[in-house]
């Protein structure tokens, strides 16, 4: 018989809602068993009335639930400053833990995980949906094979505007320490578009389960937003593998564009693009010197396959192909690009201004899309493409970096 594994979600209001009607799906397929929803403040959920009628208990924290209960898979849709402590405490408890992206906010509680994952012998998972599919693996598996030579240069544009309910929609959004002083950093490059940061570093890694490591970084980072972290970043690192990797986002845009990605390669280059307003199957695709295109499929089209493996892997022990292993690379990324610079530097009050755009009223900054496009395009920093606003940062060796902050 096909082993039925229990499987429990700890945070039901935020992200963590999504996965509610997957979890109901399998277990109505006797796939799983859903035997626990934690959450300290339940009301908020629109899926409570399905929880009730599908009998699925309801606890307020991680340690009242395994005071009662146990699961094969505990899966983390929390706030970032908790990831560390949740996982860890579930892996003592012997269960296998999906955890939202970032794996932590620190590299040493990133790497606190993965040897406490070792230790038990149990996954950790990290959600970086994008690396689950079958576009990024399918991708993976030819740069692996050496199909389009060696990497050269790889880039990726993220712009999308939020709003103040954004940063109001929790009490951790924008933040860089909780109220108990750990670390959050909550950022776009470490939240809404660390995805596309990671997937540079992970279709680089040497194998399935695995990243590039990044070696160096200088970060210039902004803010338009009444926020403790950042809103805006441009960063340049260099990876153990002799790749330059450059990567610009920010919230404070009036329009969406993005991810737009380009993975410059010996004998090909591969593409993507979207607007960012849901366009239909954007394709991930290599262009090859010799005129040949492949097409790689959406990596849009899968968002909850990372549930399904982490279930496939209880079952049957195969491993996962996104890691704690995979996930580290962009932790240690975005504490050294923290560390780069001394303060945030704020945008001149000036160019700074409230737009009604189809995401709500956004602090927007003049002209800020069209100085990280053209940065994107000619592969350099605001402060070296002459914008009188920047400021660039020093570069953070990461070769031995073990703990933020430096």
């Keep these: 018989m096909t082993k039925m594994i229990s499987v429990a979600l700890v945070g039901i209001c935020g992200y963590g809602k999504n996965y509610i009607p997957h979890l109901l799906k399998l277990t109505n397929q006797g796939a799983i068993r859903f035997i626990g929803a934690i959450e300290p403040y339940p009301a908020g959920c629109p899926f409570l009335p399905e929880l009730r009628a599908a009998d699925v208990p309801l606890y307020a924290s991680v340690e009242e639930f395994y005071k009662q209960a146990y699961a094969d898979l505990v899966i983390l849709a929390t706030p970032i400053n908790l990831h560390c402590a949740q996982t860890c405490l579930a892996l003592s408890m012997r269960s296998n833990v999906l955890c939202e992206k970032p794996i932590a906010a620190t590299t040493q509680d990133a790497e606190t995980i993965a040897a406490a994952s070792s230790e038990s012998k149990k996954f950790v998972a990290i959600g970086y949906q994008w690396s689950f599919t079958d576009a990024i693996q399918d991708l993976k598996r030819d740069i692996m094979l050496g199909l389009f030579g060696k990497a050269r240069r790889f880039k990726s544009l993220v712009l999308w505007p939020r709003d103040d309910r954004y940063y109001k929609r929790n009490n951790w959004a924008g933040r860089r320490r909780a109220g108990d002083n750990s670390w959050i950093l909550d950022s776009p490059i470490n939240n809404a578009t660390a995805h596309y940061l990671h997937n540079m570093f992970y279709v680089l890694g040497s194998q399935i389960h695995n990243s590039a490591k990044p070696v160096s970084v200088v970060a210039e980072i902004y803010r338009a937003n009444n926020i403790e972290n950042f809103d805006t970043a441009a960063l340049r690192c260099q990876t153990d593998t002799g790749v330059e990797m450059l990567f610009y986002t920010s919230h404070a845009v009036p329009e969406y564009r993005g991810p737009v990605l380009c993975y410059e390669f010996e004998n090909a280059t591969v593409r993507y693009e979207t607007d960012g307003y849901g366009e239909d199957n954007p394709l991930i695709t290599a262009h090859y010197k010799d005129g040949r295109v492949k097409n790689y499929g959406c ?105 933020y902050p430096m």
């Design 299 to 403: 990596p849009d089209n899968q968002p909850f396959k990372k549930l399904y493996d982490a279930v496939e892997a209880v079952k049957t022990g195969k491993p996962v192909v996104c890691g704690a292993d995979a996930a580290i690379s962009q932790t240690l990324c975005i504490n050294g690009a923290q560390d780069s610079v001394e303060e945030i530097v704020d945008f001149p009050g000036a160019l700074v201004s409230v737009k009604s755009v189809s995401e709500g009223n956004v602090r927007c900054v003049e002209g800020l899309s069209k100085i990280l496009s053209r940065c994107y395009e000619e592969c350099v920093l605001p402060s070296e493409a002459g914008t009188t606003w920047a400021k660039k940062g020093r570069t953070i060796d990461l070769t031995s970096y073990h703990s």
